[in-house]
């Protein structure tokens, strides 16, 4: 249930997705799109808002962030989160992210992370877990630079169960990943570790 301050209506609340940040999930694990908003000022179609009362979502229907709890290999716990798309050929295949408390850039001083991969950006709190189509000759530098801000390494975060902390209907209650998922349209096709 989430935790509201003194006179905050979460129905009020929107931020924009690639603001949300660690204490936004750790308020509300669930955040919807706000398509039936658009042409409000100051919102985009990246504006989102808190599921404040959600206990459970309806999985292709629901479009948004989940927040979910990751454990590693180790017993590390990481707050993470996934958005489970209606397209996808694999529900686990979710775009799961690990939320940091803080920038990547304050973990990572690398001038090689560039704002095109799908992994890191200093500017963001996330480290993603799908490398996408990344190049080969670079999969290797950005999984070293991702431990790096997990402070973690392959054998300590692999594998990897992942719990939604809100339920997805049409999802299992958790599941393992094995890796770093590679592949297109959500539907990854190797493993790198």
């Not at 660690?22 to 985009?44: H, K, L, S």
């Not at 001083?109 to 990344?134: A, E, F, M, Q």
Request: a negative charge; hydrophobic letters at 40%; proline letters at 8%.
């Amino acid at each position: 249930m989430a935790t509201l301050r003194d006179g905050e209506d979460p129905k009020r609340i929107r931020k924009d997705a690639g603001d949300l940040r660690f204490a936004d999930f750790e308020r509300f694990p669930a955040w919807e799109f706000c398509y039936d908003e658009e042409g409000v000022e100051g919102q985009t179609e990246c504006t989102m808002r808190p599921l404040p009362d959600a206990r459970e979502v309806q999985w292709p229907h629901f479009d948004g962030l989940v927040a979910v709890d990751m454990i590693a290999a180790n017993a590390d716990r990481f707050l993470g989160i996934i958005q489970p798309y209606d397209t996808m050929k694999h529900a686990w295949a979710c775009d799961p992210q690990v939320m940091l408390q803080e920038l990547v850039g304050a973990r990572v001083k690398d001038p090689t992370i560039d704002r095109y991969n799908c992994v890191l950006r200093p500017s963001s709190p996330r480290v993603g877990l799908t490398l996408g189509v990344t190049p080969e000759t670079k999969v290797g530098p950005l999984i070293t630079l991702a431990y790096q801000a997990l402070r973690s390494s392959s054998d300590q975060f692999w594998p990897l169960t992942i719990v939604p902390r809100v339920r997805i209907i049409g999802f299992p209650h958790q599941w393992t990943m094995n890796g770093w998922l590679r592949g297109l349209e959500y539907a990854p096709d190797q493993i790198v570790r």
